[in-house]
């Protein structure tokens, strides 16, 4: 069986126990800004899980692809990966523990034939916020699993939740034995010495969170599966890692033939970092120096020193994004269909690094002359690491030149520098989820709803090209990215401006239809990122001014809003115009 398979047959599985099949959410969050990138299954759903309707019903499955950028220096072992894809199925305050369970080992044991031997099983051992899950142990009994094979264990390994805040619950997670020896009398599925590998985790999503550490019940009991691809591929097909798959043993091959220095940790992060790369610009990612296009950077960055350490000429890149787009298109559709924009933007990000790795190997020389008026033979680590730091200009490299040239370096030094460095990006991207997934409150909905307005102003004055680009919404202005060639003139920002704040006097009704896409294009509703939306869509109508698709929540009278003003009118890219605006109380 191959990855697209395994996708297939669960989709299908699910479609025929009544579930809907939604598609997945791009890489790049819209509308959400507390996250780099989409990690779970469950950050698109987060409103749905907190009690809005979803138009497609109340048990859906999907494929989600994800990244996840905490590991990205861990990339190159066995069993690392920032890009995957996350299968699972949803309940929205529909079917709970019993039949989520049967669902899972109907799915592994018959569809996937994984014998029951194979299995074992985690659940909550319970603490002073939610009691010990023996409920979900007796189900699992009664559909088979030994008791032996079913373990508790406290937070830190059965309890989901996103970041600091937001929905959460106990889960029950499913292992697969690979066969291998036990490392220990202790050993079992929360040891980590890969006897047991984790394939299945289904929350059980019935509290939140709150900011002071506190536990609400939900509205609503859900369940939120994931199920990795990559990993339960790698083990049907008795792989030792998803490299040897056919997601990416081609470039693996093709990278071997082409290195004239081959290793294999090198291999295994420019196949990996090549398809997250592809995949994230598939989805609208640009390189940049911050948050979203600052990963980007960094991928493409250490696959091209990668590809620089194998002795692979940089001129093969482009055979090799074109090969990765043969492997995996029929997969990620997008891939086929951004493919001309990956080669450009990669190529061009390759230029600029090698403009960066020249000028850091000037300014390398300059302090190398320095040293050695002053009669010092060795680099400090604060050197090295400014010189990675400023320029991007690799470690290994400045030891090369440093050493050409008679000197040493204080890598030990540097190493320290690089893990505090590290650390505190960490933490930086942590910070990112601390707002909740989401976050749905006051302003932000309220932003939401001026977002509207605001697209179907600029259409007025700017006429109908003017259509979404994108969209941004924190709790303290909304950004918006919409197409027009030139920059707007201000009397044309004092005419949207203007038609906002009328539409907000006239205290106008928001109302929420649901029906099919093509019903809703039919009625005129502005509907964009065509394949983010599943077969029923929302149209939000704000009186006889706007409608639009939209997952919603919105305020209910536009007269909630207050005054609406535009702080700013930039480009944002080629033909791309975009406009901050806040709220005034
Ligand atoms: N949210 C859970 C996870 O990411 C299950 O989908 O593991």
Not at 224 to 232: A, S
Not at 280 to 298: E, H, M, Q, T, V
Not at 500 to 523: F, G
Request: contains cysteine.
């Amino acid at each position: 069986m191959t990855a697209l398979e395994i996708r297939n047959k669960f989709l299908n599985y699910f479609k025929a126990h009544g579930h809907s099949i939604i598609p997945s959410a791009p890489l790049i969050p819209e509308n959400d800004p507390s996250v780099l990138f989409t990690t779970a299954g469950m950050h698109p759903l987060v409103p749905y899980l907190l009690g809005e309707k979803h138009p497609n019903g109340t048990k859906l499955a999907d494929y989600q692809k994800c990244l996840r950028t905490v590991d990205i220096d861990e990339v190159g072992d066995n069993r690392h990966l920032t890009f995957f894809e996350m299968l699972g199925n949803w309940s929205l305050g529909d079917y709970f523990k019993e039949q989520s369970i049967k669902y899972s080992m109907e799915f592994l044991t018959k569809e996937l034939n994984i014998p029951i031997e194979k299995l074992s099983v985690t659940c909550f051992k319970g603490d002073a916020d939610a009691p010990r899950d023996e409920e979900t142990a007796k189900i699992w009994k009664e559909n088979g699993m030994p008791e032996e094979r079913i373990y508790y264990f406290g937070k830190d390994d059965n309890w989901w939740i996103a970041g600091e805040t937001g929905p959460c619950g106990p889960d029950t997670e499913i292992f697969y034995d690979t066969g291998k020896e036990p490392c220990g009398d202790k050993c079992d599925p929360s040891c980590g010495c890969g006897k047991y590998v984790e394939i299945w985790n289904n929350v059980f999503m019935e509290y939140y969170k709150n900011p002071d550490g506190t536990y609400s019940k939900l509205k609503q009991k859900n369940v939120d599966t994931g199920l990795g691809l990559e990993r339960i591929n790698m083990l049907l097909q008795g792989k030792e890692t998803p490299f040897d798959t056919e997601i990416f043993a081609p470039i693996m091959e093709r990278l071997q033939e082409l290195a004239t220095n081959d290793n294999i940790a090198s291999r295994r992060i420019v196949a990996e970092h090549l398809r997250s790369s592809m995949m994230i610009i598939a989805d609208g990612g640009k390189p940049s120096n911050i948050d979203r296009g600052y990963i980007l950077r960094r991928l493409i960055r250490r696959m091209i020193r990668h590809l620089n350490k194998l002795g692979i000429d940089l001129n093969n890149l482009e055979e090799l994004i074109t090969l990765n787009v043969q492997i995996l298109g029929e997969m990620y559709h997008e891939l086929i269909n951004n493919k001309d924009n990956i080669i450009k933007t990669i190529l061009e990000e390759k230029d600029k690094f090698i403009k960066t790795l020249e000028n850091g190997e000037k300014e390398l020389l300059k302090e190398l002359n320095k040293l050695k008026e002053k009669g010092v033979d060795t680099l400090s680590a604060e050197a090295v690491f400014k010189l990675y730091e400023t320029y991007g200009f690799p470690q290994e490299v400045t030891k090369e030149i440093a050493e050409e040239n008679g000197f040493k370096i204080d890598l030990t030094g540097f190493d320290k520098l690089f893990k505090e460095h590290q650390e505190k990006s960490r933490m930086g991207s942590e910070q990112k989820f601390k707002g909740g997934l989401a976050e749905q409150n006051e302003q932000t909905i309220a932003y939401h709803t001026a977002t509207h307005l605001l697209h179907k102003a600029l259409q007025i004055v700017l006429g109908e090209h003017a259509t979404q680009k994108g969209s941004n919404i924190t709790t303290e202005r909304l950004r918006f990215d919409f197409a027009h060639p030139q920059k707007v003139t201000k009397e044309e920002l004092e005419q949207v401006e203007k038609i906002v704040n009328d539409q907000i006097q006239r205290d106008l009704v928001v109302t929420c239809e649901e029906m099919s896409y093509d019903e809703a294009k039919a009625s005129g509703a502005i509907g964009l990122f065509e394949n983010k939306y599943g077969d029923r869509v929302k149209v939000y109508t704000i009186g006889d001014f706007s409608k639009e698709i939209c997952g919603g929540p919105h305020v209910k009278h536009t007269g909630e809003l207050g005054r609406f003003k535009i702080k700013k009118e930039e480009a944002s890219s080629a033909g791309v115009r975009r406009i901050k605006a806040v709220l005034e109380k």
